[in-house]
């Protein structure tokens, strides 16, 4: 499959490229940020400090992707289709789904 197709994760660097946004835009959105840092149990500092860990991008778009408001306001904010998200947790460490077959 193509990397355009829904069912297939992002390149890791596509994947680590888009957390990082995820993650700009978390810390843009005052509310956002404060929840972000309440349920990682970082400070901010730490945060910026990883933010170039594929592991920590990966806790970044699942938090996103726990907020369906958040998530629909972030793809239209960035421009992206809605499931870039997912596929972008899927390049990740952590993010493959399991096959049941």
Request: glycine share 10%; with cysteine; hydrophobic share 45%.
């Amino acid at each position: 499959m193509q990397e355009g197709s829904t069912s297939t994760a992002l390149s890791t660097e596509h994947a680590e490229t888009l957390g990082l946004q995820a993650l700009g835009w978390i810390a843009g959105q005052p509310d956002m940020a404060e929840a972000f840092l309440t349920t990682s149990g970082l400070a901010a500092d730490d945060m910026r400090a990883r933010a170039n860990d594929p592991e920590f991008l990966g806790f970044v778009l699942d938090f996103l992707l726990a907020d369906e408001a958040a998530l629909v306001a972030f793809c239209e904010g960035q421009g992206l289709p809605a499931d870039q998200p997912m596929r972008a947790r899927a390049g990740l460490p952590g993010g493959q789904l399991p096959h049941w077959t």
